[in-house]
């Protein structure tokens, strides 16, 4: 299998390389022209048609145009010189301020972002780019999760309908675009909470003593998808276990969700996709800052301040300032123990944007951040004054810094708008001081990052390549009950990725080579194809490998609140006596989109497959008293099903319906099993309307989102007494969230939601709660919920 896979991706870009060269009369090419609305799409065609172009269509979402021509008897100098004679500049011909100053007011553009950035001022449905005539109510608020825009020209009315989360139709991988407006739809206190309205990623708690809360994506957990912030490492090594809590959701301005293998460009730890965060950043000349203020019914607190703004005509900050904290004594199943920690958070960011690409080529983005992060769990009474030798009551503290600090800069070579250099740096340290009753656990991790890309073009923009280089180092400095472990990773790496662009398809290969001074030299494959069979049917296709270093410790915190012992079963390897996990991905997905009653419907449908070369085995059925560690002997594998419809059923009504399927298994010492913590069927549901907008940009939003989770396997307890044992399969639960808003101007929001509306709570979330220091006490084995309802409210304020 792995040699056939290489041999594929070699006759793919061997093919790729002859098609470069290829001489034919008719040609097809990609070219970028900047225009606004449908009236441009309208004169930039027309003028190529001019010209003598057999096939011609401008994508104001992509900013450019795709001919096709005979070579004999055009070129595509007359056709874009021709472009901008009308008025439209492009990668080639810039034109005259006379012609550009006399086109209309909704078609004069920006002159001056980056090609191959979005057009701030662009005003058509990305999906559906036909003009509307206008009506008495084009323009009020289109509804729940979207934007709508009107402009008048001539009598025609453009519109802009952005979906709050889109699955793009131009990117070569499946990609879902999470617009700020969809965290608006939940209480989204932080990065975890993103995603409850969103059916690609599950979400559920770790550990009911801790309340820590896990991803999952495509039946594996958290740590094989590659977590980053402006598109830099973020969650991983020590932060794996309470990452998703650092990234206020207030602070997102958007998150790119890819499923499977994601570019080569990003690095190597990509196994089941990426997951990228852009923090809110500041796209024009005004100030706005924006305060928000939170509270739940069971004593947590929050307060967010974001201001973005412009310094100067290149330079533009943003100051993002977040604290929260938790008081209340909440014990939902009264056994004793809180259902969540109680403590503070502090956490500070500062961003400072550099653009003059048009004119020195030059564009940099800085930020800083700062968090101080302090929890107290366990029995209610605990004393966090005095140590745990000193009382009866089982107590457990985290107490968490973290200091980043951050650059990329990139540069556009001048008179050529294809060809750019990019370097990314970043430093990070993170410390962990923690203990869960007797069992003390810190952590010292210091990361420096640094990725340096070129990005050019062979002939024409539809053959792009990127090349680079990478860094990173990695120390780790762990103490666990009375073992220290330390060590360096050190990675200096190598890519390159070809992206073939024809009319109807793109193809992007790509492979790196990375020089891991403990995992050996490791080759990384990744391949992705999307095919437009029409505009509205979509097929993609994808494959590649990955692979990482288990931090064993750090990524399964969510055992140590329990008295199961730590075992290491040695393999020769050089990160805690264990090899990397080096895994295989591949997927198909098919994406239709229709009309059903006049009204715009989607159906995403898409398959994965993850099989282990290499795996680092947790094993909890060996013994309900010990955690086993050892690498893998045998197969594992994580296949996935999911399809998701989304509807627009009435004006300002959606609704989004899923279901997933999984068959998650690993080879243990006791034999090929399910992995346990895994639903093998998942159903989803949401639903959203909002009403008008009114003259003051008042208008209601409701949201509800149902979640149907199918029975999983739990470990094997067959060893503990009748008050440690939770049976070999859990039950099927179902928990409902809601939110209600009200917009009163543009300027002011008030919110109250609930989730968990159902109540539905673990039974026995902890085992043998009443003897904490017992060897049945496990505060692990969650498969649901551990807290029943919880209301709340907020308010957002503009100015």
Same mark, same amino acid.
């Given at each position: 299998?792995?040699?056939l896979?290489?041999?594929?991706?070699?006759?793919?870009?061997?093919?790729?390389?002859?098609?470069?060269?290829a001489?034919?009369?008719?040609?097809?090419?990609?070219?970028?022209?900047?225009?606004?609305?449908?009236?441009?799409?309208?004169?930039?065609?027309?003028?190529?048609?001019?010209?003598?172009?057999?096939?011609?269509?401008?994508?104001?979402?992509?900013?450019?145009?795709?001919?096709?021509?005979?070579?004999?008897?055009t070129?595509s100098?007359?056709?874009?010189?021709?472009?901008?004679?009308?008025?439209?500049?492009?990668?080639?011909?810039?034109?005259?301020?006379?012609?550009?100053?006399?086109?209309?007011?909704?078609?004069?553009?920006?002159?001056?972002?980056?090609?191959?950035?979005?057009?701030?001022?662009?005003?058509?449905?990305?999906?559906?780019?036909?003009?509307?005539?206008?009506?008495?109510t084009?323009?009020?608020?289109?509804?729940?999760?979207?934007?709508?825009?009107?402009?008048?020209?001539?009598?025609?009315?453009?519109?802009?309908?952005?979906?709050?989360?889109?699955?793009?139709k131009?990117?070569?991988?499946?990609?879902?675009?999470i617009?700020?407006?969809?965290?608006?739809?939940?209480?989204?206190?932080?990065?975890?909470?993103?995603?409850?309205?969103?059916?690609?990623?599950?979400?559920?708690?770790?550990?009911?003593?801790?309340?820590?809360?896990?991803?999952?994506?495509?039946?594996?957990?958290?740590?094989?998808?590659?977590?980053?912030?402006?598109?830099?490492?973020?969650?991983?090594?020590?932060?794996?276990?309470?990452?998703?809590?650092?990234?206020?959701?207030?602070?997102?301005?958007?998150?790119?969700?890819?499923?499977?293998?994601?570019?080569?460009?990003?690095?190597?730890?990509?196994?089941?996709?990426?997951?990228?965060?852009?923090?809110l950043?500041?796209?024009?000349?005004?100030?706005?800052?924006?305060?928000?203020?939170?509270?739940?019914?069971?004593?947590?607190?929050?307060?967010?301040?974001?201001?973005?703004s412009?310094?100067?005509?290149?330079?533009?900050?943003?100051?993002?300032?977040?604290?929260?904290?938790?008081?209340?004594?909440?014990?939902?199943?009264?056994?004793?123990?809180?259902?969540?920690p109680?403590?503070?958070?502090?956490?500070?960011?500062?961003?400072?944007?550099?653009?003059?690409?048009?004119?020195?080529g030059?564009?940099?983005?800085?930020?800083?951040?700062?968090?101080?992060?302090?929890?107290?769990?366990?029995?209610?009474?605990?004393?966090?004054?005095?140590?745990?030798?000193?009382?009866?009551?089982?107590?457990?503290?985290?107490d968490?810094?973290?200091?980043q600090?951050?650059?990329?800069?990139?540069?556009?070579?001048?008179?050529?708008?294809?060809?750019?250099?990019?370097?990314?740096?970043?430093?990070?340290?993170?410390?962990?001081?923690? /203990?869960?009753?007797?069992?003390?656990?810190?952590?010292? %991790?210091?990361? =420096?990052? *640094? &990725?340096?890309?070129? @990005?050019? +073009?062979?002939?024409?923009?539809?053959?792009?390549?990127?090349?680079?280089?990478?860094?990173?180092?990695?120390?780790?400095?762990?103490?666990?009950?009375?073992?220290?472990?330390?060590?360096?990773?050190?990675?200096?790496?190598?890519?390159?990725?070809?992206?073939?662009?024809?009319?109807?398809?793109?193809?992007?290969?790509?492979?790196?080579?990375?020089?891991?001074?403990?995992?050996?030299?490791?080759?990384?494959?990744?391949?992705?194809?999307?095919?437009?069979?029409?505009?509205?049917?979509?097929?993609?296709?994808?494959?590649?490998?990955? /692979?990482?270093?288990?931090?064993?410790?750090?990524?399964? %915190?969510?055992? =140590?609140? *329990? &008295?199961?012992?730590? @075992?290491? +079963?040695?393999?020769?390897?050089?990160?805690?006596?264990?090899?990397?996990?080096?895994?295989?991905?591949?997927?198909?997905?098919?994406?239709?989109?229709f009309?059903?009653?006049?009204?715009?419907?989607?159906?995403?449908?898409?398959?994965?497959?993850?099989?282990?070369?290499?795996?680092?085995?947790?094993?909890?059925?060996?013994?309900?008293?010990?955690?086993?560690?050892?690498?893998?002997?045998?197969?594992?594998?994580?296949?996935s099903?999911?399809?998701?419809?989304?509807?627009?059923?009435?004006?300002?009504?959606?609704?989004?319906?899923?279901?997933?399927?999984?068959?998650?298994?690993?080879?243990?010492?006791?034999?090929?099993?399910?992995?346990?913590?895994?639903?093998?069927?998942?159903?989803?549901?949401?639903?959203?309307?909002?009403?008008?907008?009114?003259?003051?940009?008042?208008?209601?939003?409701?949201?509800?989102?149902?979640?149907?989770?199918?029975?999983q396997?739990?470990?094997?307890?067959?060893?503990?007494?009748?008050?440690?044992?939770?049976?070999?399969?859990?039950?099927?639960?179902?928990?409902?969230?809601?939110?209600?808003?009200?917009?009163?101007?543009d300027?002011?929001?008030?919110?109250?939601?609930?989730?968990?509306?159902?109540?539905?709570?673990?039974?026995?979330?902890?085992?043998?709660?009443?003897?904490?220091?017992?060897?049945?006490?496990?505060?692990?084995?969650?498969?649901?919920?551990?807290?029943?309802?919880?209301?709340?409210?907020?308010?957002d304020?503009?100015?």
């Amino acid at each position: 299998m792995k040699f056939l896979n290489k041999s594929v991706l070699t006759f793919v870009m061997l093919l790729c390389s002859i098609s470069i060269w290829a001489q034919e009369t008719l040609k097809t090419e990609s070219f970028y022209v900047r225009g606004n609305c449908i009236s441009c799409k309208m004169r930039i065609e027309k003028a190529a048609k001019d010209m003598g172009t057999s096939s011609v269509n401008w994508d104001a979402n992509e900013q450019k145009i795709h001919i096709t021509y005979d070579a004999t008897r055009t070129s595509s100098d007359k056709i874009l010189k021709h472009i901008a004679d009308v008025g439209h500049d492009n990668e080639k011909y810039t034109s005259e301020t006379k012609v550009y100053d006399k086109l209309p007011k909704c078609c004069l553009y920006d002159r001056n972002f980056k090609w191959g950035e979005k057009n701030p001022l662009v005003h058509m449905d990305e999906e559906e780019e036909t003009p509307k005539q206008a009506t008495n109510t084009e323009d009020e608020h289109a509804g729940h999760g979207h934007d709508k825009e009107a402009n008048q020209i001539d009598g025609v009315t453009l519109t802009k309908i952005k979906a709050a989360t889109a699955l793009s139709k131009k990117e070569v991988g499946l990609t879902f675009n999470i617009d700020s407006k969809e965290l608006l739809k939940a209480a989204c206190c932080n990065l975890s909470e993103s995603f409850e309205t969103n059916a690609t990623v599950d979400v559920s708690f770790s550990n009911a003593v801790t309340g820590t809360k896990q991803l999952k994506m495509l039946g594996l957990d958290q740590k094989y998808t590659s977590l980053t912030k402006e598109l830099l490492p973020e969650i991983r090594g020590l932060a794996s276990a309470y990452g998703l809590n650092f990234i206020p959701g207030k602070w997102i301005g958007g998150i790119q969700l890819t499923k499977g293998g994601s570019t080569v460009v990003n690095g190597y730890e990509s196994i089941t996709g990426q997951i990228n965060t852009e923090l809110l950043k500041s796209h024009n000349e005004k100030s706005s800052t924006e305060i928000n203020l939170f509270a739940d019914f069971e004593g947590r607190t929050e307060a967010n301040i974001t201001h973005t703004s412009a310094l100067s005509d290149h330079w533009t900050q943003s100051i993002l300032l977040h604290g929260n904290a938790t008081l209340g004594n909440t014990d939902m199943n009264k056994d004793g123990f809180l259902d969540r920690p109680k403590g503070t958070q502090l956490n500070l960011t500062y961003l400072l944007n550099y653009n003059d690409l048009d004119h020195s080529g030059l564009g940099s983005h800085f930020g800083v951040n700062f968090l101080q992060d302090q929890r107290t769990a366990g029995q209610i009474g605990y004393n966090k004054r005095l140590s745990q030798k000193e009382q009866d009551i089982y107590g457990v503290g985290i107490d968490i810094s973290r200091f980043q600090i951050w650059n990329k800069t990139g540069y556009v070579f001048k008179g050529k708008p294809y060809q750019s250099l990019g370097w990314m740096n970043q430093f990070t340290y993170h410390q962990q001081d923690s /203990f869960f009753g007797f069992r003390n656990y810190f952590g010292k %991790q210091s990361t =420096f990052y *640094s &990725n340096l890309i070129f @990005e050019s +073009i062979i002939g024409n923009t539809n053959h792009k390549y990127k090349v680079g280089a990478s860094f990173l180092l990695d120390n780790y400095n762990e103490d666990y009950l009375n073992q220290n472990i330390e060590r360096q990773e050190t990675v200096p790496g190598l890519f390159a990725e070809y992206t073939l662009t024809g009319a109807k398809y793109i193809l992007v290969a790509g492979a790196r080579v990375d020089f891991h001074n403990l995992a050996g030299t490791q080759f990384t494959p990744r391949l992705n194809f999307k095919y437009d069979i029409t505009p509205q049917t979509i097929l993609r296709l994808s494959g590649g490998k990955g /692979f990482r270093t288990a931090n064993i410790f750090a990524e399964n %915190q969510q055992y =140590f609140a *329990s &008295n199961r012992q730590i @075992e290491i +079963i040695n393999n020769g390897g050089k990160i805690y006596g264990l090899k990397p996990e080096i895994a295989w991905n591949y997927g198909i997905s098919l994406q239709q989109e229709f009309k059903l009653f006049n009204r715009k419907n989607s159906i995403v449908a898409d398959v994965f497959r993850t099989d282990f070369q290499d795996q680092v085995v947790v094993d909890l059925d060996q013994s309900a008293h010990k955690i086993l560690f050892y690498n893998l002997e045998g197969k594992s594998f994580a296949t996935s099903f999911q399809t998701q419809w989304d509807i627009n059923a009435a004006k300002n009504l959606d609704f989004r319906l899923a279901y997933k399927y999984y068959d998650v298994a690993t080879d243990y010492i006791s034999g090929l099993k399910k992995v346990p913590f895994m639903a093998k069927h998942r159903a989803f549901f949401n639903a959203a309307y909002a009403t008008n907008k009114s003259d003051k940009g008042g208008f209601w939003n409701f949201d509800a989102t149902l979640n149907w989770v199918g029975e999983q396997r739990l470990p094997n307890m067959g060893q503990n007494a009748a008050a440690g044992h939770l049976g070999n399969y859990s039950k099927p639960y179902t928990t409902l969230n809601a939110q209600v808003s009200k917009n009163f101007t543009d300027k002011i929001r008030v919110y109250m939601g609930g989730e968990n509306l159902t109540n539905y709570k673990q039974h026995n979330a902890i085992l043998d709660a009443q003897n904490p220091f017992g060897n049945n006490f496990d505060g692990g084995m969650v498969y649901a919920p551990i807290m029943g309802i919880n209301m709340y409210v907020g308010v957002d304020f503009k100015f």
